[in-house]
């Protein structure tokens, strides 16, 4: 009898508490990250959106705004947002520039790959130097981290794909 109470506690915890949870992780999340979210599973190389979404039900973001300090090219100005996308195995990240505007987003390809070692992330692919790697590798570790429900495609949002 007591087994089957806690039984039944657990199903109705897994099933009505849990996705309140999530949902509510999502909600701290700004409503243009969310469509900046979709246009990149839309836009994304293959390889890439199977590393970032594969069949998982939420996918991690790190979220910054505006100008990276020490760095150069991509998209500019203080509207842009920084969106990197954690590898659902965790060890690798990529990270997206792109600009919401009115019933559409920007996305620049120019942006960077980091992997994590045991002494943290160090960027692998973009353009720069060793000083914009640190540059971008100190930004992300800086960036606040959000995990989001997988977003649907893009209905009615019109992804520009930039520099691809």
Known sequence: MRVSVIVKFALVWSVLVLPLSAAAQDDSVPADVKRIV????????????????????RVTVRVGMGPISGTSGGLEGDDVRN??????????????FARPLPGKV??????????????????TEGNGGQATYEAIKQYFESMPQYSILKPASPRTLQCVRLHY
């Open 38 to 57: 979709s246009c990149v599973k839309a836009l994304a190389p293959k390889d890439i959106q199977s590393e970032i979404f594969g069949k998982a039900g």
């Open 83 to 96: 969106v990197a996308f954690v590898a659902r195995n965790g060890r690798r990240a990529f990270l997206f």
């Open 106 to 123: 920007e996305v620049d390809s120019l942006g960077y790959e980091l992997e994590k070692a045991a002494d943290g992330w160090h960027v």
